[in-house]
Each structure stands twice: as C-alpha cells, then as structure tokens.
C-alpha cells in the first residue's frame, strides 16, 4: 500500500480508499463489517461515506437515511484513531425544504447528525457533496469554518465540483480568511475522463488532493456487462442501479473487450487493470474501492504499488 499526502496537507492517506455507498443498502451489516475489516486489515486508512448512503436512495424520492455511517460508526469501536473518516453532506435527508443544500442551518445540523450516527467526536474530512448553487459560497465555507473551529471537523473538501467552483472557493476563503477546500472527489475511469479537462488541471496547479470515486464505471469495468440485456444475477444493474445504463452503450462494450484482452496479457483481471491505470495517474491521491464483498478489497491491494511503463500507459490512453 502507498501513502500519500492529501493535497497541501500533512495528512498521509492510502492510494486506495473504501467507499461505503453499499453497506445497508445492498449488502447487510455483517458483510459491511467483514468488507471494513478486511480493508483496515491490508492498510487501507481512508474510509468515505455520506449521510446520504442507505436505503433511501433507492426509493421514489431519494432521501439520505444514514444506514452507511450508522454501520461505521458501531464497526470503527476501539479502531477509530487508525481510519482517516471521511464523509458528506448537502443532498436531501428529507423532504423538508432546508433538508438538503449547503446553508448554515443544513451543514450544522447534519454535521451533528454524521457525528451521532458515527459515534465519534470528530470528522476528518468533511466534503460537501455537490455544488449548491442556491446557497453563497461565503455562507457554506463560514460553516465549514465553524466546525473545524469547534474542533467538530479537521479538513474540509468538495465533491462533484467543477474546476470554476473549486477556484470561487479559494478566492472566498484567501479574502475571508476562511478553511480551504484540501481536496476533490471526482468521478474518473477509463469510460469517463472529462475531468482530464479542468478538474485535474487545476488540482494538480494548486496542489489539490484528487479522491477518485467510482474507478470501475459503476461496475462496467468489470468485464461482467457484455450487453445490455446482460444483467448477472446479484450486479449492481440487475439491483436497479441507474447510473451505470449510462454505460451501456456499443462503444463502451467494445472499450470494455480490448481492455480485458490487455488486462489478461498482464495476468490480471479487469478490475485490477482499470484501477491500476487510476492509481498511476499522477494528480490521484486515492481511488475509492466500491467494495460488496472482502475479495473486491484484496484484488484492489494485490495492484496497489503496480507501476505503469509510458508504453503501457500509452497504449491504454490511444485505445
């Protein structure tokens, strides 16, 4: 495992993380804690999750029931000091006008939630989950401010931001005088690269720390999708999961078919060599690893310290 800095900060985290988005959601309690020891096991440091994550989000309205940071909360017991925590606010937790946002009133209120459900005294790095664009900036960072203040919060962050977004903030925060935004979540795979554009641009020119979410394009990257009526029994498609039908188009299935002929002439699987060719984009500090069982863990560190050739990252890049 390889520990890096998470962007200007002297917080050292693992270049895989664990993303928790399934537990209490599609998997159980008991596999949500096997899948957490085992990453804590093999030196993952960083765990994500979000208010948000539980069942909620698969009904007609999605609302955040807080399953996920629920199930932490109770596993982490004598392991938090180790874990590097990490979760998010700002989409809907009801259906109450001032249930969802970035305002004062929002982010004290579910940071408050976070820290009971949690059961911890503290969030090491709190991450607002999508730009608001109802809410001024200069409010959001004063709250975000306020809780590192109180000790609530270490290091704040943003996800799904675009590189504009992330550069208003800093201009707020260098006049105000207020917390900085330590990194961004993106999404980022070999399917989706619009964030070779801006994003990665900028994260790289202001030492931005990079978390990558959904390495393996929902699950497309695989190898287990070959076409669209090709939904296996217990995936993420067949579940109901609506994002990953944005995949599912014919040049992503042949995209899919030259990947995996590459990945078996270097004796891995193609989950192992998409997230290999995450892991050796320079401006990533950490891939989030969906995990829905402890082998999707153990597969993931086996590639971990993987150093690419330019040939073989050439190669990838022009197919």
Partial sequence: ???????????????????????????????????LDTAIETGINLIDTANFYGKGQDEPFKYGTGESEEIIGRALKGKRDKIVLATKVGLPMGRDT??????????????????????????????????DDRTPLEETLSALTDLVKQGKVRYIACSNFAAWQMAKAKGISNLHGLE????????????????EDEVIPYCVSENVGLLVYSPMARGMLSG?????DDLPEGSRAAQGEQLIQNYFTDVNFGRVAAYKQLAEEHDVNLSQFSLAWILNQQAVTSALVGASKPSHVTDAVQISDWKWSGELMERVNFM
């Fill in 1 to 35: 495992m390889n520990y890096l800095n998470l962007g200007r900060t002297g917080l050292r985290v693992s270049n895989l993380s664990l993303g928790t988005m399934a537990f209490g959601r599609w998997i159980d309690e008991k596999a949500s804690v096997q899948i």
């Fill in 224 to 228: 287990k999708y070959t076409s669209r």
């Fill in 98 to 131: 001032n249930d969802a946002g970035l305002s004062k009133f929002h982010i004290m209120r579910e940071a408050e939630n976070s820290l009971r459900r949690l059961q911890t005294d503290y969030i090491d790095l709190y991450q607002v989950h999508r730009f």
């Fill in 180 to 195: 900085h935004f330590v990194s961004s979540q993106s999404q980022y795979n070999l399917l989706s690269r619009e964030v």
